[in-house]
């Protein structure tokens, strides 16, 4: 919803750089981010659940755990309009399904399998350290179209 770039814009969030490591600065951000992570969620399980519904296909170690999460999809699709609604989603185990494009795949969280955390268990996986072997990826029919239209 263009909030966060908002934030930034105005100063509430910045991105900081000191000896090659980057942090960020969330000053009463939690709740925004949260809001924006949950949608994004949603939108991912809603579009995955429609895809199935039309018969697309799935594949991967985590493909089941994928479509279980995108059967809640019509409980989660419009329902998140405040923060206390998003950390609800957010702290479903069951529902922690992350696309990630540049990837070519799906996170479908669990933080004892995922190879992108191997020394701490976070909340959220790392998507810029995604490894396709992980029990927790899932790919889509897309997925794997673009996946051959890359390699020709």
């Keep these: 919803m263009g909030l966060v770039a908002l934030a930034v814009q105005y100063g509430h969030m910045r991105t900081a750089m000191n000896a ?10 939690h709740d925004l981010l949260d809001l924006e992570t949950a949608l994004a969620t949603a939108d991912t399980l809603a579009s995955l659940n429609e895809d199935l519904t039309y018969g697309a296909g799935i594949s991967g170690p985590a493909a089941r755990r994928a479509i279980n999460a995108a059967q809640h999809a019509p409980e989660c699709t419009g329902t998140i309009v405040n923060a206390r609604q998003a950390r609800a989603l957010l702290e479903n185990p069951s ?19 995922a190879l992108c955390n191997r020394i701490t268990e976070r909340e959220a996986p790392r998507l810029d350290r995604g490894v396709p072997s992980c029990a927790n990826t899932a790919r889509t029919n897309d997925h ?5 239209q890359e390699a020709e």
């Design 20 to 29: 090659g490591y980057a942090s960020r600065s969330r000053n009463g951000m």
């Design 144 to 148: 794997a179209n673009l996946m051959r």
């Design 95 to 113: 529902l922690t399904v992350y696309e990630n494009p540049s990837a070519m795949l799906m996170c479908v969280y669990k933080p004892d399998r």
